[in-house]
């Protein structure tokens, strides 16, 4: 498939100290403060997404200490700090700043004494303070940083969420994608982008966006461009989607064995995430938006457990066993009685 072949490619090699910083109190809202060595964050960076408590390597075990990653110290540092005497206490923090950290964040509201902080402000590492708790700031902190370091990848077609699935439409050029994202705009849906997609994974997610430049723009072949949220409304658009399903639209080939009965899935693996993928033939007159709505309904009725397919293939087994006892029901009437409806 063309866009199963996009190699993957990291959203970031490294971020500053500062830019985290900024980032974290702005789109995250987690208040910090600045404690020590602020100013030389701009010179540090983070270049992986993983976090560090540095509790070993206060008691002076730095053998394994990942000092690249960014250092988070907690209550249980912290009360093994106050359990010291002074010297004790710069000792054991030598053992941290004597290696290229990029920054610490101290959580729960803790604090360290002013001289560990003079220490840290003459090695040039930025310590900053939060009141959040320990995990729940590691957790928001991991998340963005998931975010940043993220792999994506760019695939060509039209994304859309249709009754809140996320439904990549993909084809040869020229076969339509774009005319179908349009159909199902005006019956209500939303268009994610078209065109190009940026697929970015979080987790074991691949979440769909446009690109900057072609965000809620549209290419309609032999209209041209139009602008889907000033002529559709804001309810027509949306920002990022998760990707469920895959939808390829292939001209009608007689010789092409198509999926008749829904009981074996394809799938696509992008960014080693398995996604599902119908392969949809297409001839003049097949209504193309309406066949998109009902594949987003059947993946909630499969979501919910429940296969249309297999229950239509227990039915099959179920006259099959009635016939081997003399019985045929598949020529029986679907109801047993009609009630008078004459018209």
């Known amino acids: 498939m063309p866009f199963s072949s996009q190699p993957p490619i990291p959203i970031k090699e490294k971020i ?6 900024e980032k974290l109190r702005e789109r995250v809202n987690i208040s910090l403060l600045a404690c020590a060595a602020e100013k030389c964050g701009s010179d540090r960076f983070i270049t992986e997404a993983e976090l560090h408590r540095p509790g070993l390597a206060l008691a002076g075990y730095v053998k394994l200490f990942t000092y690249q990653r960014i250092q988070v110290i907690g209550n249980t540092e912290t009360q093994f700090l106050e359990n010291l005497s002074e010297e004790e206490q710069k000792k054991a923090f030598r053992n941290l700043i004597q290696f290229e950290i990029p920054v610490i964040f101290l959580t729960d509201g803790n604090v360290l004494p002013f001289y560990l ?7 040039q590492i930025p310590i900053y303070s939060t009141p959040y708790e320990t995990t729940q700031f590691m957790y928001l902190l991991r998340d963005f940083l998931d ?14 969420d249709v ?13 339509g994608k774009s005319e179908v994202a349009l159909d199902l705009v005006e019956r209500g849906h939303r268009l994610v982008a078209d065109d190009v997609i940026m697929l970015t994974k979080k987790s074991s997610v691949l979440m769909a966006s446009a690109t900057t430049m072609s965000k809620h723009f549209m290419e309609i072949r032999g209209l ?3 602008d889907v949220m000033s002529m559709f409304g804001i309810r027509s658009v949306r920002y990022q989607k998760r990707l469920e399903v895959i939808m390829e639209l292939t001209l009608w080939d007689d010789t092409l064995e198509v999926n008749r009965t829904g009981l074996e899935h394809d799938h696509v693996k992008l960014l080693n995430v398995d996604i599902p993928l119908i392969q949809l033939p297409i001839t003049p007159g097949k209504n193309i938006t309406v066949i998109a709505e009902v594949i987003a309904m059947n993946h909630l009725l499969r979501h919910y457990g429940y296969d249309a397919a297999k229950a ?10 009635e016939k081997t006892k003399g019985m045929d029901p598949s020529m029986k009437r679907a109801i047993e009685y009609f009630e008078g409806d004459l018209e």
Do not use: C, N, P
């Open 16 to 21: 500053s100290v500062d830019y985290l910083v």
């Open 117 to 123: 902080i003079e220490m840290a402000e003459e090695a």
């Open 147 to 160: 975010d940043q370091f993220a792999l994506q990848t760019m695939v060509h077609g039209a994304m859309v």
């Open 163 to 175: 009754y809140g699935i996320g439904i990549l439409i993909v084809g040869k050029s020229g076969i």
């Open 224 to 226: 041209g461009i139009i």
């Open 312 to 321: 239509f293939q227990d039915r099959i087994k179920s006259t099959i066993a």
